[in-house]
């Protein structure tokens, strides 16, 4: 194991032993159930300045257009949430499953859309080959962990939704605009790891 995987699965563990943070909710979530499961990966690169690989989605997708997002999707029937993330995370980027330290599973978020994602944190090798699908992905990048994990770089923001106010975080890197499902999945994660001490 890794010094950057030995160091998550600490912040991981303590961070879930306590109790549980103020976590961030999707807004918008007008959806009652029931909720389709879904599963991401928090892919960490294993680097002395660790990132996390992120995902545009294609102009053409008819859910999100063009938003930045981790690699992920719905789940297929009796899939646990940890394959579900490793095997979407393959489709998408050509990552091999074996290659993933996996650290463990994170506070579920359910969307408007009627989604409970289970966000699954794990360390990928810096120099792991990337071979984004077209279908799925438009580009990928990896955003600085030190960055986009600091509190104070996740803006609050507000917006009119169906008649009412809607807060949700937006983090802003290099012209990437991470905001919504992803973003509130990112601040949750970062209440949890204490990344920063």
Same mark, same amino acid.
């Given at each position: 194991?890794?010094?950057?995987?030995?160091?998550?699965?600490?912040?991981?563990?303590?961070?879930?032993?306590?109790?549980?943070?103020?976590?961030?909710?999707?807004?918008? &979530?007008?959806?009652?159930?029931?909720?389709?499961?879904? !599963? #991401?990966?928090?892919?960490?690169?294993? =680097?002395?300045?660790?990132?996390?690989?992120?995902?545009?989605?294609?102009?053409?997708?008819?859910?999100?257009?063009?938003?930045?997002?981790?690699?992920?999707? =719905?789940?297929?029937?009796?899939?646990?949430?940890?394959?579900? $993330?490793?095997?979407?995370?393959?489709?998408?980027?050509?990552?091999?499953?074996?290659?993933?330290? #996996?650290?463990?599973?994170?506070?579920?978020?359910?969307?408007?859309?009627?989604?409970?994602?289970?966000?699954?944190?794990?360390?990928?090798?810096?120099?792991?080959?990337?071979?984004?699908?077209?279908?799925? #992905? !438009?580009?990928?990048?990896?955003?600085?962990?030190?960055?986009?994990?600091?509190?104070?770089?996740?803006?609050?923001?507000? #917006?009119?939704?169906?008649?009412?106010?809607?807060?949700?975080?937006?983090?802003?890197?290099?012209?990437? &605009?991470?905001?919504?499902?992803? $973003?509130?999945?990112?601040?949750?994660?970062?209440?949890?790891?204490?990344?920063?001490?």
């Amino acid at each position: 194991m890794s010094a950057l995987a030995r160091r998550l699965e600490q912040l991981f563990a303590d961070g879930h032993a306590g109790p549980t943070p103020v976590l961030e909710r999707d807004g918008r &979530r007008r959806h009652e159930g029931p909720f389709k499961p879904a !599963a #991401v990966l928090i892919a960490f690169t294993d =680097r002395p300045d660790p990132g996390l690989l992120l995902i545009h989605r294609p102009a053409s997708m008819r859910a999100h257009p063009g938003q930045v997002a981790f690699p992920g999707g =719905r789940q297929d029937e009796g899939e646990p949430p940890v394959e579900a $993330a490793l095997r979407e995370a393959q489709e998408e980027l050509g990552i091999d499953p074996a290659l993933v330290q #996996v650290i463990g599973a994170t506070d579920l978020y359910l969307t408007g859309t009627g989604y409970a994602v289970t966000p699954v944190v794990g360390v990928v090798p810096a120099d792991i080959a990337i071979t984004p699908n077209p279908h799925e #992905v !438009a580009s990928w990048f990896e955003a600085p962990a030190d960055y986009v994990l600091d509190p104070a770089r996740q803006l609050r923001r507000e #917006v009119e939704w169906q008649g009412a106010m809607q807060h949700y975080t937006e983090i802003l890197w290099q012209g990437h &605009r991470i905001w919504g499902v992803t $973003a509130g999945i990112v601040r949750n994660l970062s209440r949890r790891l204490n990344w920063h001490g």
